[in-house]
């Protein structure tokens, strides 16, 4: 038992469980995973080495390994119908970084969403591989509406000529559209990389367009509206570009796949082709239409006017507050989001001008739009007066009264 033979460590684990038990987790990247998926990533699996692929290993003893590791493949591909998958990428930045290796040759240039527009560090920011070993060529959000700009993307692809362009996002409220990615892509030669990490779940459900049959690589992480296990995945349309892949996360970049966190992706998938998984996805985006419309009721500005997908960007600028600000007083209330640059945000990114919100892990609780109701009330109540710590503790009382209304993970330890 970890609380005997480690106190120190077990105290730590205690603290974090009660504050997602007890908490609003409202940030759009996160979520719940189930007990199996959670099991299955702290089994056994843990100890196996398989560098290789199933039925082509570097070591011996793989034959229980293969088959979950092959199931895992079938039932991504199923669920996303794409005719071939890799399991192994242990993130979304490694995922990522497999598909420049497979599709580019350093130097090339690549087109990408601004890190402060919305984009993610490895498309193109210089801080990252991305921008430090290709040639970036940022696009930017519709400086009025906020939403994608596909005239101006058209346009600065056929001026750079990029050999790739991503279209994957962090920080968007709509939905992407692939097909006009793909267009723009095939008119100056590009390959098109989507990398579907944020909706994926949204995506398997069906309640945001999919890049299949649009973009020559997928990439994915699996732990967002997917709920599964912290990891990735990355699909291709072609056994050429399948290949090409393959041999980039192996042996390109990683060495030893963790097979445990395959096996949680495996049991993920299985969990969203499931019809319940439907409609978890469909209540996310009812979720946050209601969340959103709560907020903007309540006087809050929201960066392109609401949402159709988990996700909301709040631009704090008419309520006086930085995104920096209004993450700390909001944790203190017990209501964890994150601080996230708006477009153009004349704020830097450690500050920034917004906050970044969403329903996945909400509504993994069974929270539905009444709940969101009364989100938008306490965000309301604690931004009103952020400093004022007895608002926050009024706040975090209530709040934990009602999460104890939708317990997530409260068998996992008795006190
Ligand atoms: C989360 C995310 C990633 C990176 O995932 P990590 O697992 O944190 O490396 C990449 N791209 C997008 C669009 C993301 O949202």
């Known amino acids: 038992m970890l609380s005997q033979s480690d106190p120190q460590v077990w105290n730590f684990y205690k603290r974090e469980w009660r504050r997602q038990e007890e908490g609003l987790e409202l940030i759009p990247s996160e979520n719940y995973a189930s007990l199996d998926v959670m099991a299955a990533a702290g089994g056994i699996f843990t100890n196996k080495y398989a560098e290789g692929y199933p039925k082509k290993r570097y070591y011996g003893g793989n034959e229980w390994i293969d088959e979950v590791e092959l199931l895992a ?25 497999a598909a ?37 060529v940022p696009f930017s959000l519709h400086p009025e509406t906020h939403l994608l700009d596909y005239d101006e993307i058209a346009r600065l692809a056929e001026q750079h000529k990029p050999k790739m362009i991503i279209a994957g996002f962090t920080a968007y409220p709509r939905q992407v559209d692939f097909a006009k990615f793909a267009k723009i892509s095939r008119s100056c030669g590009a390959k098109l990389m989507a990398d579907m990490s944020h909706v994926a779940g949204l995506v398997a459900a069906g309640e945001h367009p999919s890049p299949i049959g649009h973009a020559d690589v997928t990439t994915s992480t699996t732990h967002k ?24 996360v192996f042996p390109g970049l990683q060495g030893g796949p963790l097979e445990n966190m395959i096996m949680a992706k495996a049991v993920a998938f299985h969990e969203a082709a499931k019809p319940g998984f439907k409609t978890y996805a469909k209540q996310i985006v009812k979720n946050a239409k209601a969340l959103a419309k709560a907020l903007l009721d309540l006087n809050f500005t929201l960066v392109s006017g609401g949402t159709d997908t988990h996700l909301i960007l709040i631009d704090l600028r008419n309520r006086l507050l930085t995104g920096k600000e209004a993450q700390l007083a909001l944790d203190a209330a017990g209501i964890t989001g994150n601080k996230n640059t708006i477009p153009n945000d004349p704020q830097s990114p450690f500050i920034t001008s917004g906050l970044r919100i969403g329903t996945p892990a909400l509504t993994t609780r069974g929270m539905k739009e009444k709940e969101m109701e009364k989100v938008a009330q306490w965000m309301d109540e604690v931004l009103k007066s952020p400093a004022d710590e007895s608002v926050r503790a009024k706040v975090k009382a209530e709040i934990r009264k009602m999460a104890k209304e939708f317990p997530i993970y409260s068998d996992l330890i008795k006190e």
């Open 225 to 248: 509206t997917l709920r599964g296990p912290r990891g990735a995945f990355i699909l291709s349309p072609s056994e050429e570009t399948a290949k090409l892949i393959d041999k980039a």
């Open 73 to 97: 493949i079938e039932r991504v591909k199923s669920l996303f119908g794409s005719p071939f998958a890799n399991v192994q990428p242990h993130a979304g930045s490694q995922a990522n970084m």
């Open 100 to 136: 420049y290796f497979a599709l580019l040759t350093p130097g090339d240039t690549v087109m990408g969403l601004n890190l402060s527009q919305g984009g993610h560090l490895t498309h193109g920011s210089p801080v990252n591989f991305s921008g430090k070993w290709y040639k970036v």
